[in-house]
Every structure is written in structure tokens, then in C-alpha cells.
């Protein structure tokens, strides 16, 4: 039997960051940049005011009371810095507008008359009042995002300001999942007696979005071996990753790992976790074009349990991050439950409290019996240790945070 730690640190060792793309800048949204970003220029370029106003040289001011001044421009911005200001003159000029050459700050309009032909000044600036000076936000040569940045809008204002059209990143990784067993029906559909809506896939499909990972949802394929066979070997063109959900018994009526075998390096182990039992992890298809395959249990609740383990890590990682695993707290527990030996429990609960006050934590329905309707509502997973065959009122219990 493998451990948890075990089978996550075979997954990791096997994954790696997707192979940077340059994309637009709209399509960078949510990736991992993959290179340093260098300002190519200077931002902004020349001094530009910083609000409406006019445009003076502070050193003509000094021992004026209200100085009045002629108006000889407008400027707005986006003009060509090619203005001079004359001795004793004031420019009106918008925010982000070149300031003239020979004037060193910039008068805000409130603290005017307003005019037009000339202008009374309320307030005396000082050099630089109201002046971006060249640089001021980004420096040419400097570093301005580094590689392994997550891209978001403030960061994609920065390259949008630097004049970048494209960036090297990260992709988001592509994962195929296919649910497996004709005992499955897709919701919304007749099914026959003794077979059960497909819910794993569904799940996986919203967890696989929520990491910013890009799901294919294939669907319920059959276990045929032909038809198995031809689903997965059919889905490995569009695939970074592939997950699959159920066939994982020993039972012959479960062709999962004997379709496998010939596709590539794919591994099944018993590993010491509930709920889930047995796991398969490698890779199908051959050489460069080789691709991470999961295999997780068919029950909704033991796959979306081994998603949060193994998968959602593994995904992080290929998308460029640095941060892979869920926040965790330490909570005491409210009741007690038992826990199966030698295994690592993954129980649906719920967490409250704060930094300050403390966390408590409840299981939300039976802890031995995987429910999809516990795990709904639960917004952690409590996490009971191999050594531990109980959980006792007040005992400190490690939760994994599945949301706020």
C-alpha cells in the first residue's frame, strides 16, 4: 500500500510547467508569466501633469502675491512635446499632457480663475507640484513584472502601459475528463434500473475551472474495451492532462487498467487514504507527447477528495505556480468520530472562527460514510493522521480550506 505522501510526491515529480506561449494580452488573463517583463521605455516618456490645470515655472512666482498670467497655449494629452514657455506665461494644459519645456509645475485648476486669455493664480506651487516626471512610473530596463507572476488586471495594466501587445506564459493546462462505467447516465436522461446519474465528471469539471485549468468534459463512455479504448487515445491530441472517474475495481466487468496498459506508463496502487482506495497515475501516449493521466474512484465524493490531493496540486504546478496546495488552519473538533487505521481521512466538514478567536471544527454527515450531499455544504476537508484510529472532542484536527 502507497502512503498519501507518497503517491502526491510521485505526482509532482512527474509534472512540470506546460511550455510557455506568447499570447495576447487578453488571452493572458489568470496565467503564469514565464519571463522576466522589462520596461522597453521609459513611462510616462517626458514630465505630463498630473491634473488639469497650467503649466508655469515656479521660480517666476516667488514674491507675487496673486500673480495674474498670460494664457499663450492649450495643451492636451497626447500632443507633441513641443512647446516652450516663455518667461511670465502659464500654459493651460489637461492631465497627462507634455509640460513644456522651461516650466516645472503645474497649477490645479481649482486653484485658478479658470481663464482663458489669462489666468489668476490662488496658490503658488513648488517645483514639481503636479508634474509625473519621466520615469515616474516605470523605468526602461527594470524589471517591472518577474517570472512566476499570476496575471491579473493590475499587472496587465503595467504590460499594457510598457506597450506590450503579447506576453511569454504559461497556458493553462487542458484537462480531459472522461467518467467511464455503463452503469452511468447523464443527468437529465433516462436511466436504466440499477444505474446512477453521473456526478464525478460534473464536479471535476467546476474544480478543474476553478484552478484555471481548461476542462474538457467528454462524458460517459462506456466500459467496452473498444470504445474505451478509441475515447482516450481520441482525446490525447487536445490533452495537457487527462483525469478519468470510476473503473477502478478488480471486477472484470472494469476494463480501465487492462485499456491502459498498452497506452503507456500508467501505475495503479492502493493508497492509504479514505474515502478512495485504489489510484492510477503515469502517463499515455509516447515520448514529448506523453500526458499526465489520473485515474480517481468512480464516487463523487472519494474523486473530487483525491482531485484536491493529488490533482488540483498537479495542475497548479503545470500552470506555472509556486503556490500549489489549499490554506489549512488548525481546528479543535466539536464531537468526536472514529477513523479507520493506517489510512489518511479526508472528512467533509465545517470550519468557523477566526485568526483571533480560534477555528472548531464539525463533520457535516457520517464521517465513514462518503456523502455528496455532506460534502456539499462542508467547506473543508479535516485531515485524521495514519497513527489515529479516533478523533475525540477538543482534539486539534489539520483542515484543508476548500472555500471562504
Known amino acids: 500500500m502507497r502512503s498519501v505522501q507518497d503517491q502526491l510526491a510521485a505526482v509532482l515529480a512527474a509534472v512540470g510547467p506546460v511550455a510557455p506561449l506568447d499570447v495576447v494580452l487578453s488571452d493572458a488573463s489568470g496565467c503564469i508569466l514565464a519571463e522576466d517583463l522589462v520596461a522597453p521605455a521609459d513611462v510616462p516618456s517626458r514630465p505630463v501633469a498630473a491634473c488639469d490645470g497650467y503649466a508655469v515655472a515656479s521660480g517666476d512666482l516667488h514674491g507675487a502675491g496673486a500673480p495674474v498670467l498670460p494664457v499663450a497655449h492649450d495643451v492636451l494629452a497626447g500632443d507633441p512635446a513641443a512647446l516652450r514657455l516663455a518667461p511670465g506665461q502659464a500654459v493651460r494644459i489637461a492631465s497627462g499632457g507634455p509640460v513644456p519645456a522651461g516650466a516645472d509645475a503645474v497649477v490645479a485648476a481649482e486653484d ?109 463512455v462506456t466500459d467496452d474495451r473498444a470504445v474505451l479504448s478509441e475515447a482516450l487515445e481520441d482525446q490525447l491530441v487536445r490533452a495537457d492532462v487527462v483525469v478519468t472517474t470510476g473503473g477502478l475495481s478488480e471486477s472484470q466487468h472494469d476494463t480501465l487498467a487492462d485499456v491502459l496498459a498498452p497506452l503507456g506508463t500508467v501505475r495503479f496502487d492502493q493508497v492509504a487514504m479514505a474515502p478512495g482506495f485504489r489510484h492510477g497515475f503515469g502517463t499515455v501516449g509516447g515520448g514529448a507527447g506523453a500526458v499526465p493521466l489520473f485515474a480517481l474512484p468512480g464516487h463523487p465524493v472519494a474523486a473530487q477528495v483525491a482531485f484536491e490531493v493529488f490533482v488540483r496540486p498537479a495542475l497548479r504546478a503545470m500552470a506555472g505556480h509556486t503556490d500549489l496546495f489549499r490554506p489549512s488552519v488548525a481546528a479543535r473538533a466539536d464531537v468526536g468520530w472514529e477513523s479507520p487505521a493506517g489510512v489518511r481521512q479526508f472528512v467533509p466538514a465545517a470550519v468557523v472562527g477566526s485568526p483571533s478567536e480560534g477555528y472548531r471544527v464539525t463533520p457535516v454527515g457520517d464521517p465513514g460514510v462518503p456523502s455528496v450531499t455532506g460534502l456539499a455544504h462542508a467547506n473543508a476537508l479535516a485531515v485524521v493522521g495514519e497513527q489515529d484510529t479516533a478523533v475525540v472532542a477538543g482534539q486539534v484536527v489539520h483542515c484543508l480550506v476548500l472555500e471562504g
Open 112 to 220: 485658478t480663475d479658470r481663464g482663458a486669455v489669462r489666468v489668476a493664480l490662488h496658490r503658488l506651487p513648488g517645483p514639481g507640484a503636479n508634474v509625473r516626471p519621466v520615469g515616474a512610473d516605470t523605468v526602461r530596463g527594470a524589471v517591472v513584472l518577474a517570472a512566476g507572476t499570476r496575471l491579473g488586471a493590475r499587472q496587465l495594466a503595467v504590460a499594457a502601459a510598457s506597450g506590450r501587445g503579447r506576453l511569454r506564459v504559461h497556458p493553462a493546462p487542458r484537462v480531459v475528463l472522461v467518467s467511464t462505467g455503463s452503469e452511468l447516465a447523464e443527468p437529465g436522461t433516462p436511466r436504466r434500473d440499477g444505474g446512477v446519474y453521473e456526478a464525478a465528471g460534473h464536479a471535476l469539471e467546476a474544480a478543474v475551472r476553478d484552478t484555471g485549468a481548461t476542462p474538457v468534459r467528454v462524458g460517459v
